[in-house]
C-alpha cells in the first residue's frame, strides 16, 4: 500500500471499518510511514470527540408536520403541466439567440442550395423529361423489359415514367 491508497482509508480505519485484509496492508504502512502516522494521530482527537457525541433526539411529531407541510406545498403533477418547451425556455437568452441564428443560416443555406441546384437551362428539363419517359433505360431496369401488362413491375414502371400507374 502507498500513501495515495492510505491517506482515504484513515477514517474508515479509526471507525473500524476496513476489512481485515485492508487493515493489516495499512497498518504495515503505517508501520514504515510516518507522514501517514501523523496523519492518522491527527484524526486521533477527532475520532474521539465524535464519538462522545450523541445525536439529538427528534422533538415530538417533528415527521408528522415535515410531512404535512410538504404535502402542503408540493404541487401535484398533473397531465395539464405537461410542458414540452420547458428546456426552450429554461435556456439562456444567448444560446436561443445562437440557435434561432443557426436555424436561419440552415434554412437559408438549404434554400440556397435548393435554388441553385435546379435545371438551369430548358435543354435540362428536357433531358430529365425524356429520361422520366423512358424510366427503363434511364434507371437500368431492363429486368422489368418483359413484364406483362398489368403487374407490379410495369405499375412500377409507369409510376416512375409519369404515367400515373398506366401500363405501358
Known amino acids: 500500500m502507498d500513501c495515495r491508497t492510505a491517506q482515504p482509508s484513515l ?3 479509526v471507525r473500524g471499518e476496513l476489512p481485515p485484509d485492508v487493515r493489516s496492508a495499512l497498518q504495515a504502512h503505517l508501520r514504515e510511514c510516518p507522514a501517514c502516522l501523523a496523519s492518522l494521530t491527527a484524526l486521533d482527537p477527532i475520532a474521539a470527540a465524535l464519538g462522545q457525541s450523541q445525536e439529538p433526539p427528534a422533538p415530538q411529531g417533528f415527521a408528522t408536520r415535515v410531512m ?15 410542458d414540452p418547451l420547458h428546456w426552450w425556455r429554461m435556456t439562456p437568452a444567448p444560446m436561443r439567440a445562437a440557435a434561432a441564428a443557426m436555424l436561419v443560416a440552415g434554412l437559408t443555406a438549404g434554400l440556397a442550395t435548393g435554388w441553385t441546384a435546379r435545371p438551369a437551362t430548358r435543354q435540362a428539363q428536357d433531358t430529365q423529361a425524356v429520361a422520366l419517359a ?22 412500377y414502371v409507369a409510376l416512375l415514367a409519369g404515367r400515373n400507374g398506366e401500363g405501358r
Open 11 to 13: 477514517s474508515a480505519y
Open 68 to 82: 404535512a407541510a410538504a404535502r402542503s406545498r408540493g404541487k401535484p403533477v398533473v397531465a395539464g403541466d405537461w
Open 134 to 155: 423512358d424510366a427503363v433505360a434511364a434507371y437500368h431496369m431492363d429486368y422489368f423489359g418483359d413484364a406483362p401488362d398489368g403487374s407490379l413491375a410495369d405499375g
